[in-house]
């Protein structure tokens, strides 16, 4: 029974990879903004779908943000507890940030875990870049896992308050895993921190 799901599963592979891909993109033909703010922008278009009809597409257009999983020497993370005001409630959050126009990716990482944690790292490795709201929005994150960590001190913007900590992998895991950590940003890094610290990537 395996061996002939093995086998049919192979046919379908094959039989998609032979097929030429359906061309699924959406043309822009006219596009309007809606509402400009200092971080986010909203636009509605008229798009062209594959099939000729023409719909509205609403989307809010974002800078990015990079997103640290800052791992220190004895093998604690460093998140971050902060309100956040569209749901009204705090939240646990790995360090993250806007990057500003024209911003290095990594000199944003670099900048924003010193701000809001007060640390510095030797290194830093590019571990993937997230689209997380892809059906309303253009917004990517960039995740870097830094090391070799130096407190030297937050020095936070003015009207940003929250708290840092330490906090082991495992017991980060299991506040996702029981509802404490929900945050997408940091469920995401904290999956891709366990696969780097078990030597999975």
């Given amino acids: 029974m395996r061996d002939a799901c093995k086998f049919i599963f192979s046919e379908m ?6 097929k030429p891909p359906l061309d699924l993109t959406e043309k822009t ?14 636009r509605a278009d008229q798009a ?3 099939d ?13 943000a990079v997103v640290i999983i800052p791992l220190l020497d004895n093998g604690e993370l460093v998140l971050e507890r902060q309100h956040r005001y569209p ?5 646990y959050e790995l360090p993250a940030g806007k990057i500003d126009s ?7 990482a670099q900048r924003e ?13 590019h571990i993937t870049t997230l689209h997380p709201c892809i059906g309303y929005s253009d917004e990517k994150l960039i995740y870097y896992l830094a090391k070799g960590l130096t407190f030297e001190g937050a020095a936070l913007d003015e009207g940003e308050h929250l708290e840092a900590f330490t906090l082991t992998l495992i017991t980060a895991l299991e506040w996702v895993k029981t509802g404490k950590i929900t945050d997408n940003k940091t469920v995401s890094g904290l999956f891709w921190a366990e696969k780097v610290l078990c030597g999975d990537w």
């Fill in 13 to 18: 592979f094959f039989n998609f990879m032979s």
């Fill in 29 to 42: 033909i006219s596009s309007r903004n809606v509402f400009d703010g200092d971080l986010l922008h909203v």
């Fill in 48 to 50: 062209r779908l594959p």
């Fill in 52 to 64: 000729g009809k023409v719909r509205v597409r609403e989307y809010i257009t974002h800078p990015g």
């Fill in 87 to 91: 749901l009204h409630r705090d939240f």
């Fill in 102 to 108: 024209g911003e290095d990716p990594l000199l944003c």
């Fill in 113 to 125: 875990l010193l701000e809001e944690t007060g640390y510095t790292a030797e290194s830093w490795r």
